[in-house]
């Protein structure tokens, strides 16, 4: 390796290294949630792969460990504080430590808010919000205790914009961007760094079925200034960045991969 190239490595392992460390991921089984966990697992992270689908993360962490990266899975519920708690236990005593959270666990629903039913504002709420809340306290209070963690919740652009169409996942992703917001001033002076991310439109297991179709693509073409939707790894640098020590004086902010979304 020539003096430049060691000089770029030595670099970005400074910055953006994450070798050893233990992270969990919600929502870590499909689409913007695997692709975090495999983010962290090629960085030299040990992954943890936490859904509900104990199928899905079966065979997300058998294709990450086929690959030869540190992962394992385990089955929960982000909306059971019990759950989660058993969670953070199960990985804290197996590793020590758990070093970085990420809250990727989500639904997406639409109606107009005239037929929108209470049921479903509430499901959509409890999986998105307090499905974000509940494990950034369960994990929150171990990063405290240690006096150091990385925390990454997933929010949209709709935590900013409205959407017509989707109040209960609107008024889900907006509670999740301050949820993140105070908990990243509460817990700044403690050593514990909560920042967000805000995708627009991704292709994932969840969004497939809507896409595509015509009507929605030219929606796409005039909301987002890039003219596209967004492809999974175009949010790799966004979780690398806010999960590494290059976040450190990063403090409840929300980063836009968004095509432009809410810069119009």
């Known amino acids: ?41 090629r960085a030299g992270a040990h992954v943890v792969v936490a859904s509900r689908d104990a199928e899905r993360v079966r065979v997300a962490v ?48 639409t109606a107009d808010a005239t037929d929108l039913e209470l049921d479903e504002w509430r499901r959509v709420l409890e999986i998105n919000a307090t499905g974000t809340l509940i494990p950034c306290q369960v994990i929150g209070r171990l990063m405290i ?11 949209s652009t709709s935590s900013l ?17 301050q949820i993140t917001r105070t908990l990243g001033a509460e817990w700044a002076p403690l050593g514990v760094n909560v920042n967000a ?3 627009c439109d991704f292709r994932t297991p969840m969004t497939a079925s809507f896409l595509d179709t015509p009507e929605y693509r030219r929606w796409l073409e005039h909301a987002l200034p890039i003219g596209r939707p967004g492809e999974l790894t175009e ?8 999960c590494s020590s290059a976040a450190d004086m990063i403090v409840g902010h929300c980063l836009m991969v968004d095509g432009g979304r809410t810069a119009i």
């Open 62 to 109: 058998e294709g990450l460990t086929a690959r030869g990266l540190s992962a394992q899975g385990i089955t929960t519920d982000v909306t059971d504080g019990t759950a989660v708690g058993d969670l953070g236990r199960t990985v804290h005593a197996e590793h020590g430590r758990i070093d970085i959270l990420v809250n990727s666990a989500g639904v997406f629903t």
């Open 1 to 41: 390796m020539t003096p430049i190239l060691e000089a770029q490595d030595t670099l970005f392992r400074e910055v953006f290294g994450i070798e050893g460390q233990v992270a969990v991921v919600t929502g870590g089984a499909s689409g913007i949630g695997l692709l975090a966990a495999e983010t962290l697992a």
């Open 235 to 242: 949010l790799r640098g966004a979780v690398l960045l806010l």
């Open 197 to 199: 991310i805000g995708p």
């Open 145 to 155: 205790d240690r006096g150091r963690g990385k925390i990454v919740n997933i929010g």
């Open 161 to 177: 914009v409205g959407l017509p169409g989707a109040a209960a996942y609107t008024a889900s992703k907006g509670a999740v961007l």
